[in-house]
Each structure stands twice: as C-alpha cells, then as structure tokens.
C-alpha cells in the first residue's frame, strides 16, 4: 500500500467515526410534532430525526429503563452537532459531553440539551416540539 493510500483511508474512517451505525429518520410532521414509526428506532434503540428544514435533527434514544428520550442534536457551546459514542452524546467540535436525556456531563457547553416530551401512541413515537398537547 502506498503512503498516499494509507493516508486516503484514515480520514475515510475518521470521519465515520461515532456515527456511522445511526440511522437517519425522515418524520411524519404536523404542527409542533414529529412522528416516526417505533420500529424505526431499530434493534439499537436510537435514530436522528429529521425534517428537510430542521438545522439540526433530533436524536431519539430508548433508554435501558425502556423510556424513549428526544433531544435537539445541537450543542449547547456553538451549535455542533453531538453524535452518540458509548454511553453519552459526544460534540466533536471543542468536546462537550452530554447524557442521552441532554444533561452537560463534560464542559465547554454549560446549558444542557433541549430535550422534548415523548409519547408513544400505538406503533407510533411522537415527539412534541413545542410542548405535550400543542397542536
Ligand atoms: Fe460543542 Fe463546542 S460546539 S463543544
């Protein structure tokens, strides 16, 4: 393998790294909500949601005491968008960590993720965006 090869690869892997495994989810969306089918969240448990005029999705997260979890993937220091590594929510920027329920676990951000109600309605996951009940 030539050095020039070498190198082309490395930054292939890099740059999938930590996100590669979660899926994106296009919702369906109606006033204040965005609607997914549950199995959409697949045998992980977890997908960004994602309207085309969303800056940022939301990453979804079915927690180990098998509550659904919504938070808005956007850092609360600058605006990156934290990826899922392990156990927490990751920001590759300046390297803020947060828990999957938006909580800062690691600094510089000081404020946590903005995180949304959940319902589970049938089949359906159902994030409120703008408050439970708002239409
Ligand atoms: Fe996330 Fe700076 S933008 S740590």
Redesign the pocket.
């Given at each position: 393998m030539l050095r020039r090869d070498f190198v082309v690869l490395g930054v292939s892997a890099l740059s999938l790294g930590g996100c590669a495994g979660v899926r994106y989810v296009a919702p369906r969306a109606s006033p204040g909500r965005l609607v997914i089918a549950l199995a959409d969240l697949g045998d992980d448990g977890q997908a960004f949601v994602q309207t085309p005029d969303m800056q940022r999705p939301v990453y979804l997260r079915r927690l180990a005491s098998g509550e659904i979890v919504a938070v808005l993937a956007s850092?609360?220091?600058?605006?990156?968008q934290?990826e899922p590594v392990a156990d927490r929510l990751a920001?590759?920027?300046?390297?803020?960590e947060f828990s999957f329920e938006g909580l800062v676990l690691q600094?510089?951000?000081e404020r946590p993720l903005t995180r949304y109600d959940v319902t589970e309605e049938g089949g359906d996951v159902v994030v409120w965006l703008a408050g439970r009940g708002a239409a």
């Open positions: 850092c609360t220091h600058q605006g990156c934290p920001c590759p920027c300046h390297g803020s600094g510089p951000a």
